[in-house]
C-alpha cells in the first residue's frame, strides 16, 4: 500500500517523499487508514493526488458530484448511520432491475478503508460500483444528501432520547469539538449545527419552526441558505429548541414572549460568543444565534486601501471630535470600532465603552453592557461615563438626540469619541443625525469623519476562477 500512495505523490510534485512515508508508516501503526492523515497534513495538492491516486488503482474519479433528483431511495438503502460513519456517499443507481444489472454507485475518497467497503456491502445488499472523488466533495454530498447531524438525529429517534431531563444535564455545552459527545443526544445534534454552521464560516444560525417541517438556515457572506436537515426532524422541534434555550440560560417554560440570551462556546481552541434570540410565531419559538469569533483585532485585518487606512491611522492620533463608521447591519462596523480600540489602547490611554451587547472582550478595556430594562441606556450610561475620566469612548450606536447630544458635548471637551450609524452611506450620516435633531453647526465642530463601509463577498477557494477586467471596470470597483 506504501507505494501505491506513495508513487501519485511524486507525480504530483510532493517534496518530501521521506516525511510522506513517515506519516503512512504511522498511521499503520495506528491502525488508521493513511489517507486522512496525508489529506490533513496538507502534503499533497488533494485534487491532482486524489485524481492520479484513482487513475493507478483503476477506479473511475468523478470531477462533480450532482445532486440526486429522488434521494429518498438512497437514503432508504444506505443509512446515514453507515454513509456518515464510514464516509461513503451513494450517489445513483445504474443499470436495469428489469434486467437484474441494477447497482447502486457509492463515491468515496479513501478506497483502503476495508471497514466501509464492508459495511456497505452488509447494508445496502445490492451490487455496488465504486467511485471515487475529493474529500471535500464527498463530505458536502453527504451533507446534502442526510442533512446536518443525521446519524445522530437516527440514533435519537431510537432511543427516544427526547425528555428535558436528559436535555438539562449538559447545562451548557462549552465545548464543540468534533470528537465530543460520543453517545447519540440532542445535546450532541444541537452541537453539531453548531459546529456545521462555524465550519461554514457562517455569522448566523436561524431555526425556524414552519408547519411540517424545523428548517435550519446559516448566513455566510451576507447570504441565508438552507441547510439539509434530517428527515421527520420536526418530532425534534420541542427539543432542540429547549437544548438551545439551556445552553443559552434562558426560560424553557417561557413560550409566549421574546428572550435574549448568551452562549459561551469553545472551538478548535477559539473562544466563540453566540447572541440568542427567541421569537414566539404560531408554528412556535423560532431561534436566532448570532455567532461572534473572539478574536484579536487590529487595522490591518480590515484589508483597507492603504489610501484608507493611512487616513484612519491619522484621525487615531486625534486626542478629540468625533468618529463615525456608517453602513447597514452585518457590515462589520463592530469589527472595526474594536480594531480601532485595539489601535489605540495603551497603558496611558482610559477607554470605556457602553455597548448593546458587548460582542467581544478588549483587554484593557472598561466595558459596559446596556440594560434598557433597569435603566441603563446608551444616554444614561455615557452620562456616568464622562464623569469616569475616560480619555476615549466608544458608543455602541448613536440612536436617539439624547445620545447624540452629549456623544457631541463629550467630543467637544477634550474626548475622542467613536460610534456606528445605521446609514447606507456617509453622506446619510449627515443626514440622520439632523433628522435626530441635532444642529448643524454642532456637527461642523465635532464629528472628524464619516466613514462607510460593506463587507465584500468571498468566493468559493475551490470554485473561483481568474478573470481579466478592463480599466473602467475596475474603477467601478
Given amino acids: 500500500m506504501t507505494e501505491l500512495l506513495i508513487a501519485p505523490a511524486r507525480n504530483t510534485g510532493c517534496n518530501d517523499i521521506d516525511l510522506l512515508s513517515e506519516v503512512i508508516v504511522a498511521a499503520a501503526a495506528g491502525q488508521r487508514s493513511p489517507l486522512d492523515d496525508i489529506l490533513d497534513a496538507e502534503m499533497v495538492d488533494e485534487e491532482p493526488y486524489m485524481r492520479t491516486l484513482a487513475n493507478s488503482l483503476g477506479i473511475h474519479w468523478l470531477e462533480e458530484i450532482p445532486s440526486p433528483s429522488e434521494p429518498l431511495p438512497l437514503r432508504q438503502i444506505c443509512g446515514p448511520q453507515v454513509a456518515l460513519r464510514h464516509r461513503i456517499l451513494p450517489v445513483e443507481f445504474e443499470g436495469s432491475e428489469e434486467h437484474g444489472t441494477r447497482r447502486l454507485v457509492i463515491a468515496t475518497y479513501d478506497p483502503f ?27 458536502d454530498g453527504l451533507r446534502r444528501l442526510y442533512g446536518v447531524g443525521a446519524d445522530t438525529f437516527e440514533q435519537i429517534l431510537e432511543g427516544r432520547d427526547l425528555d428535558y431531563e436528559n436535555l438539562e444535564q449538559g447545562d451548557e455545552a462549552s465545548v464543540i469539538d468534533e470528537d465530543e459527545d460520543e453517545e447519540a443526544s440532542v445535546v450532541k445534534f444541537v452541537n453539531q449545527i453548531i459546529r456545521e454552521a462555524l465550519e461554514q464560516r457562517a455569522t448566523d444560525i436561524h431555526v425556524e419552526p414552519l408547519s411540517d417541517n424545523l428548517r435550519i438556515r446559516y448566513r455566510v457572506d451576507g447570504v441565508l441558505i438552507d441547510i439539509a436537515v434530517p428527515e421527520n426532524i420536526k418530532a425534534l422541534q420541542s427539543s432542540v429548541i429547549a437544548r438551545l434555550k439551556i445552553m443559552s440560560r434562558l426560560d424553557i417554560a417561557e413560550r409566549r414572549l421574546p428572550q435574549d440570551g448568551r452562549i459561551n462556546l ?16 404560531v408554528e412556535g419559538e423560532s431561534v436566532s444565534l448570532r455567532l461572534l469569533n473572539q478574536q484579536k483585532f487590529n487595522i490591518g485585518m480590515l484589508s483597507m486601501e492603504s489610501s484608507v487606512q493611512d487616513k484612519i491611522e491619522r484621525l487615531l492620533e486625534l486626542s478629540n471630535g468625533i468618529i463615525l463608521i456608517t453602513g447597514p447591519t ?36 472598561m466595558q459596559i453592557a446596556v440594560k434598557s430594562e433597569i435603566g441603563l441606556t446608551f444616554a444614561s450610561g455615557l452620562r456616568s461615563i464622562l464623569r469616569a475620566d475616560p480619555d476615549i469612548v466608544m458608543i455602541g450606536e448613536i440612536r436617539d438626540l439624547e445620545t447624540a447630544e452629549i456623544a457631541i458635548r463629550a467630543s467637544l471637551t477634550g474626548h475622542l469619541v467613536f460610534s456606528t450609524l445605521h446609514t447606507n452611506d456617509a453622506l446619510g450620516g449627515i443626514g440622520r443625525l439632523t433628522d435626530m435633531g441635532v444642529e448643524p453647526f454642532l456637527l461642523s465642530a465635532a464629528v472628524r469623519a464619516f466613514l462607510a463601509q460593506r463587507l465584500v463577498r468571498r468566493l468559493c477557494e475551490s470554485c473561483r476562477r481568474p478573470i481579466s477586467l478592463s480599466e473602467e471596470k475596475k474603477q467601478e470597483l
Avoid at 476495508?114 to 466533495?137: F, Y
Avoid at 485595539?342 to 478595556?365: C, F, W, Y
Fill in 113 to 139: 478503508n476495508l471497514a466501509a467497503r464492508q459495511a456497505a456491502v452488509q447494508a445496502v445488499e445490492m451490487p455496488i460500483t465504486w467511485r471515487m472523488a475529493s474529500r471535500r466533495r464527498v463530505h
Fill in 330 to 365: 452585518g457590515s462589520g462596523k463592530s469589527t472595526s470600532l474594536y480594531s480601532f480600540l485595539s489601535e489605540v489602547n495603551a497603558p496611558e490611554t482610559r477607554i470605556v465603552t457602553i455597548e448593546d451587547p458587548v460582542e467581544n472582550k478588549l483587554d484593557g478595556v
Fill in 266 to 281: 469553545s472551538f478548535e481552541g477559539s473562544g466563540i460568543d453566540v447572541r440568542v434570540a427567541t421569537v414566539p410565531t
